[in-house]
Nanobody, 124 residues
């Protein structure tokens, strides 16, 4: 069982930055593709970014491309989401996810393990 724990959320003004982290104690973490997803109140879960095990395959949603950066440190069993130039529409609960496969995916339905989420609120 893979347990994921997010941190780094909070309240930030428009144009500001936040760095989310997602840590796991799983020794198999380094082989898993990882993704970040978000869900705003009343909306469906939305793909944000995903990265494969050696970071040579990375995908971003168009809405965050150029502003967000996903990265991972397999030695620390941690994946990061650096969020810059934040907008009010980025306000959501952000969750990280891992899938027990080899191919990175953008559909949340293909991920097997989820964190509890961390709230990001961008105020104008």
């Amino acid at each position: 069982q893979v347990q994921l724990v997010e941190s780094g959320g909070g309240l930030v003004q428009t144009g500001g930055s936040l760095r989310l982290s997602c840590a796991t104690s799983s020794r198999t973490f380094s082989r898993y593709p990882l993704g970040w997803f978000r869900q705003a109140p009343g909306q469906e879960r939305q793909f944000v970014a995903a990265i494969n095990w050696d970071a040579d395959s990375i995908y971003y949603a168009d809405s965050v491309k150029g502003r967000f950066t996903i990265s991972r440190d397999n030695a620390k069993n941690t994946v990061y989401l650096q969020m810059n130039s934040l907008k009010s529409e980025d306000t959501a609960v952000y969750s990280c996810a891992a899938r027990s496969g080899t191919v990175v995916q953008i559909s949340g339905k293909l991920y097997d393990y989820w964190g509890q989420g961390t709230q990001v609120t961008v105020s104008s």
